[in-house]
């Protein structure tokens, strides 16, 4: 009975391996070591961006803006990767991912806006300033030692998905052992009992959203590894990509709850449909419907059974 | 003691003026800007031209608008265009009947409307959660356009000139389009000022739970208001339709943003009994103005999002400002 | 003078010019546990406040050890040896146990958490009140009886805690919790440790205090040992003043007919087998302990909450209520103990709150009449005596008596013959409260039908025909209130 109980813990992780049997078992094309690399490679920059808008929702703040971030710091790394090399680049893509989170964090916190309606109006407002710096192209990366370590992989497994197991692993860490941590859940679960037992609810959730909006910054700059540019749209899917990898990884919208392994379970979920979307040939413009309707069962399923006793 | 409320109150007046009439300020601001910096915009003719161009997002903001008083919001206006454009277009070419073609618009955008208010039924849902489920359904109405339309454009008939004349017209001067625009409006706050269910939409806003303890039955009424928000994008979907004679799965996208940016910059919040159609209207010129000069001064379109940006974030402070001071007359 | 670890001279302490204590002073010896008694609104919880820092007082001291001491928030208090236990616990359900008594000082290794340690002193801090629990329990999964035990564990985990405070701790407790929680203080006790205890329950304070003091209207009446009292001395103590002054005449309005009848109705925990009637022009009491059920019941009734089982009959014919508007139609309404958050629209206008649960009644032609809203509204709160700036003035802004006054004026305004008042005098100050009781009182006067749920006996008993006692979600009792004492309350409801 024990053993089923702590079984039942790990229950993504177990939905994976059974949907990956099934799909092993129906196509073909599933057991190719090609296919293993293109799931892990995938995964990657979208998982990023999902460990960004996790660490977020832990603190209770929704950062929607993470798909514009994601548009912003590829563009930066871009553009100042022609011209300064590509660690420089990385830095200043970081940097301004950072001082938006940090400017939206503000706003939301100490200045009480309305936090969903600062990220969506950033969510807009990045996205058009990122454009307005490709002044209607898009940026090559040409930076060959990035490319170079884009495309590295240790026989099936990419350097990069080494890098994000690596990054799963230092966010765990940080929610787990530092107390910065466990102050997020604190405040994410109650920020009131929270704020009476002194701890600075405003200041957590701002390092709260300057890390969530660098991690989906750095999920942004390394689109741009497979796409080889950096374009207007990148990352204008990454919240409906990304939502349901986090709340099927244990996040709630209302805060409180969250950890990287769960992401990262929720992110190999939603890259399994979709590799099964693909292999077994869906229907490409079905696929958004499907994405979309995932996304609102899993809306759905977070609050239906919270508010069942409730009338209004 | 004394002295403080004194003082007090003098600075407040000023602020508290600024801060309850943003959007009119706004307009003064950018007539005055307007015609320092731009060639050509105290012109009769420019006027006529913008009283054109607000008309789509005129249509949206009001429906965006009566969404946001009860404490909702609907990001699948856009998509939501988009998908009663192509259904619109592909019913026209297929009967040559202009009702038949409204007809079945009005049924797509009802129908996604009714969608995202059952879902917020089902989960006895708060303001915030309709943020996620309209964004889900606007990918769900994206997802629907392309496959209605097999990822194609769709053309206009070239024999319905009739459909075409819609967006071609002028009455009085005034642009078809822009009278249909205002009469809307004017319907619009009739039924909300003066109608039983206008007047619940407002109490359900106010407060859900004292609402429906008083008999009125808050999920349902959330739910007319994303129907008719659905409504709304249908109807621009119609004039865009008329105007441009094509539809495709990205014709509306984005719109629903600055439908936002009109409803709040106009002063509007959740249950506010000064909401209305007034401050829907003071939102929509104030954005169309800005987007006037902008066009005028070759600005970028970019930097003109930027700009719609930093307004609203500007706005946003000023509802925070005034809710701290916590209504107070 | 060192036998006292606190000593309270003199308290005063006024709430927009309402004086909420008067003149307070008690002393409590270490490892004494102290009884706080008194009506709602005596001021024993302001009191509490003060001594945790959560108000200022403003007048008189306070001394702990013998020396005078400033608290001016709870850190302050905290620091010389006094932690609150509240009856809304200050826990965080997501988090466990360990992490929730350690909140906002986990500690640390290397800069790190050290969870080693932390489960180490969570497990001591337990055994300290002999709770054997993982430490690492979700406090969600807990009960309340649970739950305190935790807020009593983090109290004690702070080693300079020599004094708690303990507001209702055993309200929403069963019998066995109750002994529990008794047990803890006890060895409390042995540690040397006080104890405050504000509690109705006047039975399980003879079982487990040393002294008690009653505190009447802000004053102290008397302190005394629990050493032979008995409860009559201690209520009439309590009570101590003439109940008829205060509460309106009227005349004999009830009759025989009956217009509500509720039968067996039930639901999950909160109440079982509910059976009453209830006649016109008749006030009916709901009395009870906070927390038996009987808001709940009136919620089932009025259709706010959903119910397992049970009928309703509206002067003799089954009605089906699924939602409020059905309760409005069948003639019921409710008037929330919560006013703000459910019976009122606070950022809307006077005028827009009295339309709130009629609003087809202002269609002339129909339209909405703006002249007709005001008229209704201006006749309202002329007649209820508003006190107001006018009919745009925003509700929030009104004081609590006026609010409440806005929300019967609304319930006016409909066509309901009985309503539900949830303390309609709660927050409210004394000559509000005389304005409500009257206009109660007009409301039989005129035929229609009224339950009053109270908590404050003198009330309820002062302005009901007959009784009902709620104990534990089930009627202990349906009594007349001419031929009741207030000792037949006691008896009942605990």
């Known amino acids: 009975m024990k053993v089923i109980r702590e079984l039942l813990k790990y229950k993504i992780w177990m939905f994976c391996i059974l949907f990956s049997v099934y799909m092993y078992i129906f196509s073909p094309a599933f057991g190719t070591w090609n296919n293993f690399y ?235 449909i979709t590799t099964y979307m693909n292999l077994f040939e869906v229907y490409i413009d079905a696929q958004k419907v499907i994405q979309g309707a995932i996304l609102l069962m899993v809306i759905i399923a977070d609050k239906y059974f919270e508010n069942k006793e409730i009338k209004v | 003691m004394q002295k403080n409320n004194v003082m007090i109150k003098k600075r407040f007046d000023v602020g508290w003026f600024a801060v309850n009439n943003f959007g009119l300020i706004l307009i003064v601001l950018m007539v005055v800007f307007g015609s320092i910096f731009a060639n050509n915009f105290l012109t009769i003719d420019n006027f006529r031209n913008l009283a054109s161009q607000i008309v789509i997002n005129g249509i949206l903001t009001i429906g965006f608008s009566v969404v946001y008083i009860i404490d909702g919001f609907d990001l699948s206006q856009g998509n939501v265009l988009s998908a009663c454009a192509c259904v619109a277009l592909t019913i026209l070419n297929g009967t040559h009947n202009i009702l038949w073609a409204f007809l079945a618009a009005a049924a797509i955008g009802i129908f996604f409307g009714f969608a995202n208010g059952m879902i917020g039924k089902v989960i006895k849902s708060d303001g915030s959660d309709s943020y996620l489920i309209t964004l889900a359904m606007s990918l769900v109405a994206l997802g629907f356009a392309y496959i209605w339309t097999k990822g194609l454009n769709i053309q206009c008939d070239s024999e319905m000139t009739s459909y075409r004349n819609i967006a071609r017209g002028n009455i009085l001067g005034i642009s078809n389009t822009a009278v249909i625009l205002v009469v809307f409006l004017v319907i619009v706050h009739f039924v909300l000022r003066k109608t039983a269910i206008g007047r619940k939409l407002y109490y359900v806003g106010a407060n859900k739970k004292a609402a429906f303890m008083g008999g009125i039955n808050s999920h349902n009424y959330r739910m007319y208001a994303f129907m008719f928000s659905g409504f709304c994008a249908a109807l621009a979907a119609i ?91 | 003078m060192q036998d006292y670890i606190l000593e309270v001279e003199n308290i005063s302490k006024a709430f927009l010019g309402v004086k909420a204590l008067d003149q307070v002073s008690f002393k409590i010896k270490k490892g004494e546990v102290h009884a706080l008694v008194g009506e709602n609104g005596a001021g024993k919880s302001t009191l509490m406040k003060i001594l ?87 406090i969600g999964t807990l009960s309340v009886a649970q739950r305190q035990m935790i807020e009593i564990a983090r109290a004690l985990s702070y080693p300079t805690t020599r004094i708690l405070l303990m507001d209702e701790p055993t309200a929403t407790l069963t019998t066995k919790e109750v002994e529990i929680l008794f047990e803890v203080v006890r060895s409390l006790k042995k540690q040397g440790i006080s104890v405050i205890f504000i509690s109705h329950k006047l039975e399980e ?102 119910k397992d089982s049970g009928d309703i009959y509206i002067n003799g014919s089954k009605v089906k209520i699924n939602s409020p508007a059905d309760a409005i139609k069948y003639g019921i309404c409710y008037l929330s103990e919560d006013r703000k958050s459910e019976g009122l629209m606070g950022s809307m206008s006077v005028k827009h709150n009295i339309s709130a649960a009629n609003v087809e009644k202002l269609l002339v032609n129909g339209v909405l009449s703006q002249k007709k809203e005001e008229e209704i509204a201006n006749e309202l709160v002329e007649a209820l005596k508003v006190k107001t700036s006018g009919l745009e003035q925003t509700v929030f802004n009104l004081s609590g008596g006026n609010m409440q006054k806005v929300v019967l004026a609304k319930w006016l305004n409909t066509n309901v013959d009985i309503f539900i008042f949830d303390e309609p005098t709660r927050g409210i100050d004394v000559g509000a409260k005389y304005e409500i009781y009257q206009l109660i009182n007009r409301l039989v006067e005129q035929g229609k039908s009224v339950i009053m749920i109270s908590s404050e006996l003198p009330e309820v008993m002062g302005m009901s025909d007959r009784l009902l006692v709620i104990q534990r979600g089930r009627i202990a009792a349906d009594l007349e209130v001419e031929s009741m004492t207030p000792n037949d309350f006691i008896k009942y409801a605990i």
């Open chain 1, 38 to 272: 293109g799931i892990l490679q995938s995964m990657f920059p979208y998982g990023m961006v999902a460990l960004g808008l996790m660490f977020g929702l832990v603190t209770g703040i929704n950062n929607l803006t993470i798909g514009s971030l994601a548009c912003l710091s590829a563009v930066v790394f871009g553009l100042v990767s022609q011209s300064y090399g590509c660690i420089a680049g990385f830095l200043a893509g970081v940097a301004a991912a950072a001082v938006i989170g940090a400017a939206s964090g503000v706003m939301s916190t100490y200045l009480k806006m309305d936090g969903w309606l600062v990220t969506i109006a950033l969510m807009i407002g990045v996205r058009g300033f990122a454009c307005a710096l490709l002044a209607g192209s898009t940026v090559r990366i040409t930076d060959s030692f990035f490319l170079k370590v884009a495309s590295t992989k240790f026989g099936p497994v990419p350097l990069l998905f080494l890098v994000f197991l690596v990054t799963v692993v230092l966010v765990d860490f940080i929610l787990k052992y530092t107390h910065y941590g466990r102050s997020m859940y604190a405040v994410g679960g109650n920020a009131e009992v929270a704020a009476s037992c002194g701890i600075n609810i405003n200041k957590v959730r701002v390092i709260a959203v300057i890390v969530s909006s660098v991690l989906a910054g750095i999920g942004g700059i390394f689109v741009t590894a497979r796409l080889g540019s950096a374009n207007g749209d990148l990352g204008a899917d990454a919240i409906m990509a990304c939502l349901p990898m986090v709340i099927i990884g244990g996040a709630a919208f209302t805060g409180g709850k969250g950890d990287a392994k769960g992401t990262l379970s929720g992110c190999l979920v939603m890259n399994l």
């Open chain 2, 239 to 329: 004039v865009m339709t008329a105007r441009t004679g094509s539809a495709n799965p990205m014709t509306g996208n984005n719109y629903e943003t600055d439908a936002a940016i009109a409803t709040i910059v106009g002063g509007n919040a959740p249950g506010d009994s000064k909401s209305g159609m007034l401050r829907a209207l003071f939102g929509v010129l104030c954005l169309g103005l800005i987007r006037n000069i902008m066009n005028m001064m070759n600005v970028d379109a970019n930097i003109q999002t930027v700009v719609k940006c930093i307004i609203l974030l500007v706005a946003l402070y000023a509802l925070s400002v005034k809710k701290s001071w916590g209504g107070k007359d």
């Open chain 3, 52 to 138: 945790n820092g959560n108000y200022k007082k403003d007048q008189g001291t306070v001394k702990i050890d013998g020396k005078e001491v400033d608290i001016q928030n709870p850190n302050d208090a905290k620091a010389h040896g006094i932690s609150i236990i509240f009856q809304e616990l200050n826990l965080v359900s997501l988090l466990s146990i360990a992490e929730n008594i350690y909140i906002g000082r986990l500690p640390k290794k290397n800069g790190l958490v050290d969870w080693k340690k932390l489960y180490e002193d969570t497990e001591l801090a337990l055994k300290r009140i002999g709770y054997d629990i993982d430490p690492g329990t979700k």
């Open chain 3, 205 to 306: 304070l003879f079982e487990i205090c040393d002294t008690l003091t009653v505190i009447r209207d802000g004053q102290v009446i008397e302190t005394m040992p629990i050493e032979g009292l008995t409860k009559d001395d201690v209520t009439s103590k309590m009570i101590g003043r003439e109940i008829t002054n205060i509460y309106p005449k009227r005349k004999k309005t009830h009759t025989d007919e009956v217009v509500l009848k509720v039968e067996k109705l039930s639901h999950k925990d909160a109440y079982r087998d509910i059976s009453f009637e209830l006649h016109k022009g008749e006030v009916l009491g709901m009395a009870g302990l906070v927390g038996a059920g009987r808001t709940e019941i009136a919620r089932g009734i009025f259709g706010i909450d959903y």
